[in-house]
C-alpha cells in the first residue's frame, strides 16, 4: 500500500491532520484535510491550454455535499445526490473569493477546485476546510498561485472570540464570521451578527487574522516539503507598442467621453471611442481587434481609478460618502399577500409576500442536522441592476 504524507497542526484549540500524496494522483494537487470526525478531501485541476478564444479566467469552484457523510440517505425518489443546496453553493463562493485574485493575471486555463465533504461532525462543520484545504491542494500543486491563504470562522462569546466555534458556542456567539486571507491582508469577510459594534467586529477580524497567519505559516511548510515547481505557463497581455499606440490615440477621447455623469451618455461615448479606435488602428494592426479593446479597457479603469482616488469623484458624480437615490413602492399587485419594489439608482428589486400552511414548509437534507423544515423560504430575481 502507497504511504502517504501527513502533517499535523493545530487550529482554533482542535487538532488539524493534513494528507497528500496517497490518493488524486492524477489532479494536479489534492489534500484530504481531518478536524475531529470531519474530514473534506479537495482536489484542483488545470487544463494543459486555454480554450480557443478564451478571454477570462474560468476558475470553478464546487462544494459537494454528501448525506453519507453524516450516515443519511438521500430522500429523493431515486435515492440518489441532488443537485447542490443552496448553503453548497454559498460555500462554494467563500472558497472562491480569496483564490481568484491570486491567480496570475493573464492566465486563461481551465482550474477546477472540488471541494467533497466526506465526514461531518457537527462541531467541526467542513466549510472552513475546504477553504483551508483548497489552499493547500492549490498551493503544493504546480498550478500558478501567489498563496497561500488561510481561513477560520470567529465567534463572540462572553466577551471572548472564539476560533471555529462548536455548536454550543456557535448558539450561544453574537457574530458568525468567516475570514480568509493571507499572510498580509485579509482577503474575504463573510459576516453575520447580533449588532455588535464595530470595535467588536473589527476585533474579531484581526484576531481571526493572527491565526491566519499561523495556518499559512503551516502551509508554506508543507509546500517546501513536498510542494510542486510551478508551472511557467503563457500568459496573455496586451502587446506593449501597441498598448503605447492606443494610449497615445485615445487618451484626450477617453477623458472627454468620461466627463459625462449620465450613465447611458457615457457609455456610448465609449462605445464611439472604441469604434473610433478600432478604425484608426486597422492598418497599422490587423487582426488585433481584442487587443485594442482590451487595452482601453485598461486604460478606462485607471481613469475612473485615479478620478475616485485623485478627486474623490464617482464616475456618476457621487462622492465618497454619498449614495445612490432610493425611492420604494408597496402594494403593486393586487393578488399576493404583499409586494414592494425596492431601487437604488438604476438597481431594482421586487419583493412579493406569500403566507402558507405548515404543510408547505420545505424539508432539507443538509449537512448540519436532522429533520429541518424551512418555514421562512426567501427568493430572489433582479428585476434591473445598474452597472458603473
Given amino acids: ?125 467542513p466549510e472552513v476546510w475546504g477553504m483551508v484545504g483548497s489552499s493547500i491542494a492549490l498551493s503544493i500543486s504546480d498550478i500558478p498561485f501567489a498563496g497561500p491563504t488561510g481561513a477560520v470562522v470567529v465567534g463572540y462569546v462572553d466577551g471572548k472570540y472564539v476560533i471555529n466555534p462548536d455548536c454550543r458556542q456557535r448558539e450561544a456567539s453574537s457574530m458568525h464570521v468567516y475570514v480568509a486571507g493571507t499572510a498580509d491582508a485579509i482577503m474575504m469577510v463573510e459576516a453575520g451578527a447580533n449588532e455588535v459594534s464595530e470595535e467588536v467586529m473589527l476585533g474579531g477580524i484581526l484576531f481571526a487574522h493572527e491565526e491566519i497567519k499561523k495556518i499559512v505559516a503551516f502551509i508554506n511548510d508543507i509546500v517546501a516539503k513536498i510542494g510542486k515547481p510551478k508551472k511557467e505557463m503563457p500568459l496573455y497581455h496586451v502587446p506593449e507598442d501597441l498598448d503605447t499606440e492606443v494610449r497615445k490615440f485615445a487618451d484626450k477621447l477617453l477623458d472627454d467621453a468620461l466627463a459625462t455623469h449620465d450613465r447611458t451618455e457615457r457609455q456610448n461615448n465609449q462605445d464611439e471611442v472604441e469604434r473610433i479606435t478600432l478604425e484608426h488602428f486597422a492598418e497599422t494592426f490587423p487582426d488585433m481587434e481584442r487587443e485594442i479593446k482590451d487595452s482601453l479597457y485598461y486604460i478606462t479603469k485607471e481613469k475612473v481609478r485615479a478620478k475616485i482616488l485623485d478627486k474623490g469623484e464617482r464616475p456618476d458624480g457621487r462622492g465618497l460618502e454619498d449614495i445612490r437615490d432610493i425611492w420604494c413602492e408597496v402594494g403593486i399587485l393586487p393578488r399576493v399577500h404583499g409586494s414592494a419594489v425596492f431601487t437604488r439608482g438604476q438597481s431594482q428589486a421586487m419583493s412579493t409576500c406569500t403566507l402558507g400552511t405548515i404543510g408547505d414548509a420545505q424539508k432539507l437534507e443538509n449537512l448540519d442536522e436532522d429533520d429541518v423544515k424551512k418555514r421562512y423560504m426567501h427568493q430572489y430575481n433582479k428585476i434591473g441592476r445598474a452597472h458603473v
Avoid: W
Avoid at 37 to 46: A, G, L, R, Y
Avoid at 91 to 113: A, E, H
Fill in 1 to 125: 500500500m502507497k504511504e502517504g504524507n501527513i502533517f499535523k497542526t493545530e487550529i482554533g484549540g482542535r487538532e488539524i491532520i493534513v494528507e497528500t500524496g496517497k490518493y488524486g494522483e492524477q489532479a494536479n494537487g489534492h489534500c484530504i484535510v481531518r478536524c475531529g470526525d470531519t474530514v473534506v478531501m479537495t482536489n484542483v485541476c488545470m487544463s494543459d491550454a486555454p480554450r480557443p478564444g478564451m478571454d477570462f479566467f474560468p476558475l470553478g469552484v464546487d462544494f459537494e455535499e454528501k448525506l453519507y457523510a453524516i450516515g443519511k440517505i438521500p430522500g429523493s425518489f431515486k435515492r440518489r445526490e441532488g443537485r447542490g443546496s443552496d448553503k453548497a453553493i454559498l460555500t462554494s463562493r467563500l472558497i472562491d473569493r480569496p483564490l481568484r485574485p491570486l491567480f496570475p493575471k493573464g492566465l486563461f486555463n481551465d482550474v477546477t477546485v472540488v471541494c467533497t465533504a466526506l465526514s461531518v461532525e457537527p462541531d467541526c462543520p
